[in-house]
């Protein structure tokens, strides 16, 4: 709390502080509104703290926040929070002698003081600086760390990826506490993908205590595959759950710990878990990170979460590699990657000076990795809580990719074998997920990233802030990170600098927040409070991934340690300490720069019940035109209709505007589809509708039938009424894009200003739509990279094609059909020169884009490869032959 002074003292230095922390806010406040304009595609950090808050970071986009707010204040209870921990002078002068000292106090959070975008509380911020808690959201029990943190963190996942599309990337948990039993779950998010509106995910959490439990969503009974794989593998048995704390749970003897320095076989374990859920049950792993709990942080506890996304190829094989500063390198996964072995062997022992590890006398046979050496002293730099394990990845990852293995994850954890006698000794561990691929994707260069607090005094608290990069100079990329960390961030390269890593900077741009532990008086410092780490962590990732355009993140884990943390005896109440909080990114080089697209919309409500919805919609906000937009996911029956469309439709001819240079696929298959309710688009649609009809009314016998409408006879019947036919001569037709891009059209629909801007315009600027799945192929692109790379994109929309403008030869024809004559024009390449009909429209509300349908192209029965591109197309793109 600081020692006692004169009261003018304590005032000048606390004025003094609050000076420098708002000068430093103005400059912090305009350098991120700087970068956040030039962000299209952002990155989205949600921190749950079990000390009662939930914390986001990142730009504002698509609405996200706005969305969060209602969901924290309607299913987690949450309430802004409003005030804060300060440091203020202390009002009570001592015996007379001593002085005054300072002291701290809840007060209103000010503007300058927000180390978040947006914060919660748990309930109201008591005196101590923590949330109240009182709808009881969070909840801890007993000695071995049981927690609800995993069944939080997935009724998040699910919500964030099921209702607001965004891609969940990476989840990592963080322990601090006399005991580590304060939580912290991070999770990150990047740009919103469609198809994880349909993918359900599972999380299953390994605890060294005999438990391992699960939640998330039980789809293709995988709680029953799960329970039968513990049972036979691990001999686990199933107990009870509590439903406030998961979903499944089983005991088991199967976790195994010896000696004194964190040997486990909790790697063994995961690997095979890994093994299981990716090869036998076909779900992807996103995400995988690790916790220590306990006194000396030695209860090993391992986050999985896994993806069912069935329509992606599996079954590849997976390798851990752990590294361990208190002199140890272990392997698992090595039965999937015996051709490695020698390889990898050999790497060990001559390039890193390895020798085979030799158990001793007292250890038993039992297996704990698959492979273990020792490493020697030389190999691991650990100075306080600066290490090289970051470099280390990056030089095994590069060993490993000519071999046929790529860097999937990174993770790490940290032990203090004494925290008694020695507080401050911390062993590190790095574990590093690999995965089979291609040489040449796996030798895509690497940038390890990672943003340091390093505690320098508990009295007063104090810290440094640092940035360590290692990595290659791809395309120049420590030039540009130079640029970006001194002008945004302060950064500077000191005139020393360890050895550990590429480009090491100080920066003067983190800060951390005092709190305390409770009500049994203890005081926790600067170790249990809010940080802005995350602010800076998703603006490097929104600068490497969105502004450089050439970068991918794969990697973004934290991990929370102090120098002082653990130390006193056990009966001691009061101990100050500086957290020292660390933020590890990791990227891969996206060859060519190719561009990423949000599919995140907010779409405002509108208001009153659309005109005639179709008798098929099914959420009920919508049907009143409460809700602004509800994306369904497709039936197995409406999957089969597009099947039908895209196999119907399809033609064996290739025009000039297959510009990928990929020869044609001789199939479409559909993986999974989505259908918009859009009560505005719809509204306006049926309007529309009216006109047509009344115009038409004469005409229906010369109407041209498009190609889609015998293609599928379910869907055709969707535009017929049972009592009044067709008279507007509605048809599904077909638009390819990309399906990012497709989901924002499912939003926002087509607009005739746009036309022309990316494409052409062979018969005028209007919307162009096509009947031939071939055609519609032609524009359809993937998205850039990612968990669903090589899935392309079609849009099946209901349009009014009412009376036709018929013409062979290209042209502006706008005027007949503005001018109310026709309703669209049909340009008939095909009978011209034997391709493809094309549909162009010139209002809006003629097109319902309806599906979104994602597809794979397939030639003689096997996926075809992606074509390689410089840049990919834009969010809205329009036709042309």
């Known amino acids: 709390m600081g020692s006692c002074q004169s009261k003018e003292e304590v005032e000048g230095r606390l004025t003094a502080a609050e000076e420098d922390i708002k000068q430093e806010f103005e400059l912090s406040k305009q350098a991120l509104k700087d970068l956040d304009q030039i962000t299209r595609v952002p990155h989205l950090l949600i921190e749950i703290r079990s000390l009662g808050f939930v914390e986001i970071q990142g730009k504002d986009t698509g609405g996200v926040y706005g ?24 009002a009570e002068q001592d015996c007379g002698c001593c002085g005054f000292s300072s002291t701290y106090t809840m007060m209103e959070l000010q503007e300058h003081h927000k180390l978040c975008e947006k914060s919660y509380s748990m309930g109201y911020v008591t005196i101590y600086g923590v949330g109240s808690n009182n709808h009881n959201l969070y909840k801890a029990r007993g000695s071995e760390g049981e927690n609800n943190m995993g069944k939080l963190t997935m009724q998040l996942a699910q919500f964030l990826t099921h209702e607001c599309g965004w891609t969940l990337q990476v989840c990592d948990s963080g322990n601090l506490g006399w005991r580590g039993e304060i939580r912290e779950q991070q999770m990150k998010f990047k740009a919103p993908h469609p198809l994880n ?93 690790t916790g220590n709990y306990g006194r000396k942080g030695d209860q090993r506890e391992q986050q999985l979460v896994f993806r069912n996304d069935e329509f992606v190829q599996h079954g590849v094989d997976h390798l851990m590699v752990e590294l361990r500063t208190v002199g140890y390198i272990e392997i698992n996964g090595l039965h999937d990657a015996e051709d490695l072995r020698p390889h990898l062997i050999e790497f060990l022992t ?13 250890e038993s046979d039992e297996k704990y990795c698959d492979l273990k050496y020792t490493a020697p002293p030389n190999l691991f730099f650990v100075n306080g809580l600066t290490n090289n394990l970051g470099r280390l990845t990056i030089k095994l990852a590069e060993f490993l990719a000519p071999h046929g293995w790529q860097l999937l994850l990174c993770n790490g954890g940290s032990m203090s074998p004494d925290p008694r006698h020695d507080p401050n000794r911390i062993l590190r561990e790095q574990q590093v997920k690999f995965t089979r691929a291609p040489p040449e994707k796996a030798a895509a260069p690497l940038l390890l990233i990672e943003l340091r607090t390093i505690p320098t005094s508990d009295d007063p608290p104090q810290w440094d802030g ?31 600098a360890p050895g550990n890593c590429d480009l090491f900077y100080v920066c003067n741009k983190f800060r951390l927040k005092p709190g305390s532990l409770g009500e049994d008086g203890r005081w926790g410092g600067y170790m249990n409070g809010e940080s802005n780490l995350g602010k800076w962590t998703m603006r490097i990732c929104d600068f490497m991934v969105d502004h450089l355009g050439e970068w991918d993140l794969i990697v973004c884990n934290s991990d929370n340690l102090s120098r002082s943390f653990r130390h006193g005896s056990g009966d001691n109440k009061y101990y100050n300490s500086v957290a020292a909080r660390e933020m590890q990114m990791v990227f891969r080089h996206r060859a060519g720069g190719r561009g990423v697209f949000m599919s995140s919309s907010n779409v405002k409500p509108l208001g009153r019940p659309p005109l005639q919805p179709p008798p098929y919609w099914k959420d009920k906000g919508c049907i009143n035109g409460e809700v602004g937009q509800k994306l369904i996911p497709g039936t197995a029956d409406e999957l089969a209709w597009m099947q039908e469309i895209l196999d119907n ?163 502006d024809f706008r005027d007949p059909v503005l001018n109310g004559e026709f309703d669209h024009v049909l340009g008939d390449r095909e009978k011209a020169v034997g391709t493809f009909r094309e549909f162009i429209f010139f209002h809006d509300a003629s097109i319902y884009p309806e599906y979104a349908v994602f597809y794979r192209r397939e030639k003689d029965g096997r996926i075809m490869p992606r074509p390689e591109r410089e840049t990919a197309p834009p969010v809205m793109e329009m036709a042309e032959e």
């Open 67 to 90: 969305k969060l707010d209602h969901w924290f204040k309607e299913h987690w209870h949450l309430e802004d929070k409003t005030v804060d921990m300060m440091e203020t002078c202390n």
């Open 197 to 289: 509106m349909i993918a359900p995910l599972v999380m299953i959490e390994l605890r060294q205590v005999g438990y391992i439990e699960v939640n998330g969503e039980d789809k293709d009974s995988i709680f029953e595959k799960l329970g039968s794989f513990f049972k036979t593998a691990w001999r686990a048995s199933q107990i009870q759950n509590d439903p406030h704390y998961c979903d499944l749970k089983f005991q088991t003897s199967a976790f195994k710990k010896r000696g004194s320095e964190g040997e486990n076989n909790m790697g063994l374990r995961t690997m095979e878990l890994v093994d299981f859920m990716v090869k036998q049950c076909q779900w992807t792993m996103v995400t995988c990170n």
């Open 350 to 362: 001559t390039q890193w000076g390895c020798s085979e590890y030799t158990k001793w006398f007292w």
């Open 466 to 496: 640092v940035i360590e990069i290692c990595g290659p100079d791809t395309n120049g990329v420590h030039a540009q990170l130079h640029g970006f960390i001194t002008k945004y961030m302060n950064g500077s390269l000191p005139q020393f």
């Open 649 to 811: 439709t399809f033609k064996n001819k290739v025009t000039r505007d297959r510009k990928d240079g990929q020869p044609l696929a001789d199939r479409f298959v559909a993986v999974q589809c989505i259908r918009s309710e859009h009560p505005q688009l719809w509204d306006r649609y049926a309007e529309r509708r009216k006109v047509v009809s009344e115009s038409c009314r004469s005409a229906e016998s010369n109407f041209v039938i498009p190609k889609t409408m015998t293609a599928s006879h379910s869907l055709a019947q969707r535009c017929t009424h049972a009592s009044v036919g067709n008279p507007a001569n509605q048809a599904y037709l077909l638009h390819g894009t990309n399906p990012t891009s497709a989901v924002a059209i499912l939003s926002n629909s087509f607009t005739v200003d746009f036309a022309g801007k990316s494409a052409g315009t062979m018969f005028g600027p209007g919307i162009y739509l096509a009947e031939s799945s071939t055609k519609a192929d032609e524009y359809a692109r993937d998205d850039a990279g990612g968990e669903y790379d090589g899935l392309y994109a079609v849009l099946v929309c209901k349009a009014l094609l009412g009376r036709s403008y018929v013409t062979e030869q290209p042209g």
